[in-house]
């Protein structure tokens, strides 16, 4: 059996907004320390390369792109949340490279599955706009490359951030080649991910939200699994799964309000690894979000990597709570006309 690939590279440490940022090189360099003191057999650990113009113009506006081009070699503030260093740019065109080169190894048969341990993070860059520690939108530039040249007729990308994944909402609000999926704490940044956001003309329905409030559990987090996320993927029927795989829904978190445990993301990763087993032939590829708390950031991506190889399966917990089940409910309503499989 191939091997799960792991994507870094030591030079996504030199994105470094600031000492104080909570996007700071220190989190990547944590999970790579872990992985490297307690290695998981089954892996493969491979280099990334640059994301091509023409893949990042697919998702991004050339104006975005000079934008950002422009601030090479500085220190700057793209907003209050978003800073660059001199390497910033360079960093994000190799994250975006490498979420595409995982995407080729797993679509063309080389890599079991794969995980890309990158930064900056991407899932709140819009078309036209880097925001909220977001410069390009990693995900949604190996979606579009998966859609265009290797074949994946639909794409699944579900985002389990703690925030929601506005921008690649925004990539893919009209379309229903992508299923867009987002669990989130909510209200919260970035003040979108409202159950009632389906998509637009081809994309109605496309675009599943469930947004939780603070403090959601383990168990909370299976039932929208359970009851929402899987019936609309299995009728969807995809071709690939990425993972906007953000890890600040963890209980020891500094900036989110949930209480996830690692055994979570195991859980949630064993079920999109089951999914994408029954559906496409196991291509399933995790990238890196969010995640502010080194050692709860380090041993859940380690949890996840364990359920890639095969070396650990792990389930939901029974009994959310009655809050999550209003949430989850409010979403099931919005959503039940475009999918019939909701009842």
Same mark, same amino acid.
């Given at each position: 059996?191939?091997?799960?690939?792991?994507?870094?590279?030591?030079?996504?440490?030199?994105?470094?907004?600031?000492?104080?940022?909570?996007?700071?090189?220190?989190?990547?360099?944590?999970?790579?320390?872990?992985?490297?003191?307690?290695?998981?057999?089954?892996?493969?650990?491979?280099?990334?390369?640059?994301?091509?113009?023409?893949?990042?113009?697919?998702?991004?506006?050339?104006?975005?792109?000079?934008?950002?081009?422009?601030?090479?070699?500085?220190?700057?503030?793209?907003?209050?949340?978003?800073?660059?260093?001199?390497?910033?740019?360079?960093?994000?065109?190799?994250?975006?490279?490498?979420?595409?080169?995982?995407?080729?190894?797993?679509?063309?048969?080389?890599?079991?599955?794969?995980?890309?341990?990158?930064?900056?993070?991407?899932?709140?860059?819009?078309?036209?706009?880097?925001?909220?520690?977001?410069?390009?939108?990693?995900?949604?530039?190996?979606?579009?490359?998966?859609?265009?040249?290797?074949?994946?007729?639909?794409?699944?990308?579900?985002?389990?951030?703690?925030?929601?994944?506005?921008?690649?909402?925004?990539?893919?609000?009209?379309?229903?080649?992508?299923?867009?999926?987002?669990?989130?704490?909510?209200?919260?940044?970035?003040?979108?991910?409202?159950?009632?956001?389906?998509?637009?003309?081809?994309?109605?329905?496309?675009?599943?939200?469930?947004?939780?409030?603070?403090?959601?559990?383990?168990?909370?987090?299976? =039932?929208?699994?359970?009851? *929402?996320?899987?019936?609309?993927?299995?009728?969807?029927?995809?071709? /690939? +799964? $990425? %993972?906007?795989? @953000?890890?600040?829904?963890?209980?020891?978190?500094?900036?989110?309000?949930?209480?996830?445990?690692?055994?979570?993301?195991? =859980?949630?990763?064993?079920? *999109?690894?089951?999914?994408?087993?029954?559906?496409?032939?196991?291509? /399933? +590829? $995790? %990238?890196?979000? @969010?995640?502010?708390?080194?050692?709860?950031?380090?041993?859940?991506?380690?949890?996840?990597?364990?359920?890639?190889?095969? =070396?650990?399966?792990?389930?939901?917990?029974?009994?959310?709570?009655?809050?999550?089940?209003?949430? /989850?409910?409010?979403?099931?309503?919005?959503?039940?006309?475009?999918?019939?499989?909701?009842?």
């Amino acid at each position: 059996m191939n091997p799960t690939l792991l994507l870094t590279d030591p030079f996504l440490l030199r994105h470094a907004p600031d000492d104080e940022h909570p996007e700071r090189p220190a989190r990547l360099a944590r999970i790579l320390e872990l992985l490297e003191q307690e290695p998981v057999a089954g892996t493969r650990w491979e280099p990334p390369r640059p994301a091509t113009e023409e893949e990042i113009l697919a998702v991004h506006t050339p104006r975005l792109l000079e934008s950002l081009r422009r601030l090479r070699g500085q220190h700057a503030e793209i907003d209050g949340d978003t800073l660059v260093s001199p390497d910033s740019y360079d960093a994000a065109v190799l994250a975006a490279g490498a979420t595409v080169r995982a995407v080729e190894e797993v679509m063309e048969g080389r890599a079991r599955n794969a995980f890309a341990l990158v930064r900056p993070p991407g899932h709140h860059a819009e078309p036209d706009r880097a925001m909220g520690f977001c410069l390009l939108n990693n995900v949604a530039i190996a979606a579009e490359v998966a859609r265009r040249r290797l074949g994946a007729e639909r794409v699944l990308v579900l985002d389990w951030d703690v925030h929601h994944g506005n921008g690649t909402q925004a990539c893919f609000w009209g379309r229903r080649d992508v299923l867009f999926q987002s669990i989130h704490q909510y209200p919260y940044y970035p003040g979108t991910g409202a159950p009632y956001e389906t998509g637009e003309s081809a994309g109605a329905g496309y675009s599943v939200n469930c947004g939780l409030p603070a403090g959601s559990t383990d168990a909370d987090h299976g =039932a929208v699994f359970q009851q *929402l996320f899987l019936p609309i993927a299995e009728a969807f029927r995809p071709d /690939l +799964v $990425l %993972v906007s795989a @953000g890890f600040d829904g963890h209980r020891q978190d500094p900036i989110g309000g949930m209480t996830l445990t690692e055994e979570a993301y195991a =859980a949630m990763c064993t079920a *999109l690894m089951d999914l994408s087993e029954r559906m496409c032939g196991g291509r /399933l +590829v $995790l %990238v890196l979000e @969010g995640g502010y708390s080194l050692e709860g950031l380090s041993s859940s991506v380690r949890a996840c990597v364990e359920v890639l190889t095969g =070396a650990r399966r792990a389930d939901f917990p029974e009994g959310p709570s009655p809050q999550a089940l209003a949430a /989850l409910k409010r979403s099931h309503d919005a959503l039940r006309i475009f999918w019939p499989v909701l009842g």
